[in-house]
């Protein structure tokens, strides 16, 4: 082996995210967390992405940074559009048919280049499990970290269940109307009982019994998190411990260090968007009243009919709060926006195409978010104190706007169909409830001290980086 003898003594952690902005951006907050610790840091994008980030960044942004390397690997799909999201479902069975081979490829290149200490732990996505199984076969610890809500793990851990009690899959079409949706599942251990078949990760509104989406996640909970050394979670205990110790029964070694922050003036040329930011935002925001604006964001897979778009401006039109909204360049599902749109929303509120939006929601202007409840959105929300309508698109989405509706109580749901006076309806709620954002307050402070000097997470961290730091 050609590496240093100073190099080797350096535990050297290789991460690898899911290859979509829900997924990146908490791996690179774990990776910048484990870096300020001293662990030498390769980060493992996807060809695809790395071209997004380079962009992204614009020209002059420094590439690596001693002791955090960057290496790609191909997704499996075509070249495709830099501008617009991969598809999730194609990606999925691209990633698992085309990544354990190069993973392998990087980890025994790594172990032979000059300087760089060889790979003592891996830690991939949960949605890139079968990493395990590669890091098992060269000898190395491996780590999952799934990038959902503890609720919303704990439902994919019982997709098994569903299918072995005859729920999934539908029986037919009709299920999707019926009411079927509506159907309780309290017997699952662990979950608020108020949950409905329509509150579980929509991968199982499918009518087909080899439904990819289902099987890969089934595979993921019985296969490759059960082969893991240990389960990586951003939440915190005070948050979901209750679904935590139903994950635990399964997972025992499942170790929370969330909500994890972007440190954004760490390694300040390691971003993660893969689009650029508007930076008007904070100028905009700047002039608005403490606590009057509306933010609204439906993360980076939710598209949206122009339809849709047009009740969502009158609606906030109609409720009379200055809002900034994002409208990702690939959010509108056939492509455009009706015509006169952009100017009829300007003056009512600022439309931008990508934000910071830890950066946003931390604004002392902003008031409320209207979102889709992904769960970055949701937890960066919750730790900013902030309260929501809950517009949730798919995947455990819904999963976690029932958990903000019902058990952290800071959030109003909307409903998929929302027309303009729900909208307006919701807003008006959302800005003028004061119970929800004592709540919202009072999940803030929980948050805070979960990462401080002695919270829960902080500590979770601090053993977890010891157990890798002893492996060799
Ligand atoms: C989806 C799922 O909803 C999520 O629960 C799952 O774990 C990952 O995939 P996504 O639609 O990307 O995620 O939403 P979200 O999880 O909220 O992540 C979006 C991230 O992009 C957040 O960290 C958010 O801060 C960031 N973002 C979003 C921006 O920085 N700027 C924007 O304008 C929009």
């Known amino acids: 082996m050609a590496s240093s003898q100073s190099a080797k003594a350096k535990p050297h952690v290789l991460l690898i995210p899911y290859p979509a902005q829900g997924h990146v951006n908490p791996l690179l907050r774990l990776a910048k967390a484990l870096h300020t610790h001293s662990f030498h840091i390769t980060l493992v994008h996807t060809e695809h992405n790395h071209r997004r980030l380079l962009r992204s960044r614009g020209p002059g942004a420094v590439e690596e940074v001693p002791g ?234 939710t598209v949206v009919s122009a339809e849709q778009m047009v009740e969502f401006a009158r609606g906030l039109a109609g409720a009379g709060s200055p809002f900034l909204w994002v409208v990702r360049p690939d959010m509108v599902r056939d492509g455009s ?24 929601l931390e604004h002392r202007a902003t008031g409320g978010f209207l979102t889709h409840c992904g769960w970055n959105s949701t937890l960066e929300s919750l730790r900013a104190g902030m309260p929501m309508v809950c517009w949730p698109f798919f995947a455990e989405q819904v999963t976690n706007c029932r958990y903000a509706c019902d058990e952290w109580q800071v959030g109003i749901e909307m409903a998929r169909q929302a027309g303009r006076e729900e909208v307006e309806a919701a807003v008006r709620e959302l800005m003028g409830d004061g119970a929800m954002r004592r709540k919202a307050a009072e999940w803030k402070k929980k948050a805070d001290k979960a990462v401080a000097e002695g919270g829960s997470s902080h500590g979770n961290l601090k053993r977890f980086m010891q157990e890798i730091a002893r492996v060799k």
């Not at 890091?135 to 997709?159: M, Q, R, W």
């Open 68 to 301: 955090f390397r960057v290496e790609t690997i191909p997704d499996g799909l075509p070249p495709a559009d830099l501008d617009a999201t991969q598809d999730i479902w194609k990606l999925c069975e691209a990633t698992r048919r085309t990544c354990p081979g190069h993973v392998r490829e990087v980890v025994e290149r790594l172990s032979r280049s000059e300087g760089v200490p060889p790979v003592t732990c891996v830690i991939a996505d949960g949605a890139m499990g079968f990493v395990v199984h590669v890091a098992k076969e060269l000898g190395l610890p491996a780590y999952l970290f799934f990038t959902t809500s503890a609720c919303g793990l704990l439902a994919y851990l019982n997709f098994d269940q569903l299918v072995k009690r005859g729920y999934v899959p539908f029986k037919d079409e009709s299920c999707f109307t019926d009411g079927y949706l509506d159907t309780p599942v309290s017997w699952i251990t662990g979950m608020i009982g108020s949950v409905r078949l329509r509150d579980l990760p929509t991968f199982i509104r499918t009518t087909d019994a080899d439904d990819v989406m289902v099987n890969i996640n089934i595979k993921q909970c019985e296969l490759d998190a059960p082969a893991a050394d240990g389960i990586l979670l951003n939440t915190f205990d005070d948050l979901e411990h209750t679904s935590l110790a139903a994950i635990r029964e399964r997972l025992p070694n499942t170790i929370t260090v969330g909500p994890l922050v972007s440190m954004p003036s760490y390694l300040p040329s390691l971003t993660s968007s893969l689009w650029k930011e508007d930076n008007v935002c904070t100028s905009w925001l700047d002039k608005q009243p403490d606590g009057s604006v509306v933010y609204v964001n439906f993360g980076s897979i």
């Open 337 to 360: 926006l009706p015509e006169g749109f952009v100017d009829e929303v300007a003056g009512r509120g600022l439309m931008v195409g990508w934000c910071d939006q830890e950066a946003v």
